[in-house]
């Protein structure tokens, strides 16, 4: 058709708007959040801060952390009929698809958050601290823990592996989730930030945006790399076999899950940062099989494709050693970047232009109808 520019499938080098909270350099391998990067915020700060950076463009001081901490505190109880919800929910279903359905709900009690606006920073906070407890409940329902109990005393990474995991974490354990919370809390428009801010675009709320942007998380290639790597951990089972399992799959043109990326054309700093978590979580267990036999599986990608690591290599290593099943690594996920999404969908309402790209029409224009008697089958 004349005239109409090349599509660019999957929008890919599409710039499709102006923001200030989150910077890629992929040729230098640094992420900055409003202007930090991120490895001084992984090395100095907690998930509240960095929430606290996304929202509102600047670190907070003591008492806005602490006022931040408190209100997370209050925020991380459910409406009684939300926890019936979940807990009428099927035992097997994905903690995805119940917290999707969960985020929808909420939106139904919390009254005056239909409408978008710079009001929803309330929702946002209420989303962040909520979402522990909605995947606390459902793991427990489905696993016959005990329901969980409020502990408005607990930072945001302990109060998650309490939820989950009905125990007060050590404060290695603890550090080592608040590290990993930071480093997902944002990342430009990938898919599911991108999902929220169409939808915010069309003056939506924030409630619908986030429930757009889970939906969009929950797909294997987006969210769920890390799982992936834990299968081929499993199936590798020792470093001595790294080699050969690798080469294996490499000569079927298989992907290695948690190598390559779209953007970073050296190592992700993200994985850099993990990597070392892997190995202090690993030797503090006395178990080093998975930090091991990842830096081979590293060794041989590298050496074979040119490949670097990305994030999703050593975040499952970490989140299992801590005991945590791997139907809860997308969620966990959630739970940091539900802070990126909620402020870029306030950015949004703040410089609002309906997202709405073109197609180009590839069908046919002038058949002719055809009365639904006269049509063959
Ligand atoms: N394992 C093996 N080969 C890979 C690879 C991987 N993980 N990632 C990329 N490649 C190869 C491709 O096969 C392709 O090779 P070819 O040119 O010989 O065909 C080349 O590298 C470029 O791949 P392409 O898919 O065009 O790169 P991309 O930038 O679009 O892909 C990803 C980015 C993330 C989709 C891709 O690297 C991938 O599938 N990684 C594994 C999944 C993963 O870890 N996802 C989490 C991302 S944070």
């Known amino acids: 058709m004349a005239g109409v ?13 102006e ?4 910077f890629i350099d992929g040729r230098e391998g640094r992420l900055i959040y409003e202007g930090y990067d991120i490895r001084d915020l992984a090395a100095k700060s907690s998930f509240e801060e960095v929430a606290y950076l996304l929202w509102y463009g600047r670190l907070p001081t003591g008492a806005q952390l602490a006022e931040l901490r408190a209100r997370f505190g209050v925020l991380r109880d459910l409406p009684a009929p939300v926890v019936e919800l979940i807990t009428a929910m099927p035992k097997d279903a994905t903690p995805m698809d119940v917290l999707r359905t969960t985020v929808s709900a909420l939106a139904l009690f919390e009254p005056g958050e239909g409408k978008p606006g710079a009001s929803s920073i309330g929702g946002a906070q209420r989303l962040t601290a909520a979402i522990p407890t909605i995947l606390g409940v459902f793991h427990r329902y489905r696993s016959g823990l005990p329901p969980i109990r409020s502990r408005p005393e607990l930072a945001q990474a302990a109060y998650l592996l309490y939820a989950l995991l009905d125990r007060v974490p050590s404060e290695l354990d603890a550090r080592a989730v608040d590290v990993a919370l930071i480093l997902h809390a944002d990342h430009e428009l990938n898919a ?10 069309t003056l939506s709320d924030l409630y619908s945006a986030v429930t757009s942007a889970v939906g969009t998380l929950k797909g294997p290639l987006h969210g769920g790399a890390n799982e992936r790597v834990m299968e081929m951990l499993d199936e590798i089972g020792t470093p001595e076999r790294a080699e050969a399992v690798v080469h294996e799959k490499l000569a079927q043109h298989e992907r290695i899950m948690g190598f390559g990326h779209r953007v970073y054309k050296v190592e992700d700093p993200r ?6 978590w892997s190995r202090r979580i690993g030797e503090e267990r006395g178990n080093r099989r998975y930090y091991d036999t990842l830096l081979k599986v590293e060794e041989v990608v590298h050496r074979e494709k040119g490949l670097y690591p990305n994030v999703d290599l050593y ?4 989140y299992s050693l801590l005991g945590i099943p791997h139907d809860l690594f997308t969620p966990i996920f959630a739970a940091s970047r539900v802070a990126g999404w909620t402020a870029h969908v306030l950015e949004e309402y703040q410089d609002l ?11 046919p224009t002038d058949l002719t109808y055809v009365p639904i008697a006269e049509r063959a089958g």
């Not at 520019?5 to 708007?17: I, M, N």
């Not at 930030?193 to 915010?200: D, E, G, K, L, N």
């Open 315 to 318: 975040s499952g290593s970490i």
């Open 5 to 17: 520019p090349p599509v660019q499938r999957g929008l890919e080098d599409v710039v499709a708007l």
């Open 192 to 201: 599911s930030t991108f999902a929220a801010r169409v939808t915010a675009s």
């Open 353 to 363: 232009r309906l997202i709405r790209p073109t197609a180009k029409y590839v069908g």
């Open 19 to 22: 923001s200030k909270i989150c």
């Open 271 to 276: 994985a850099t940062i993990l990597r070392d």
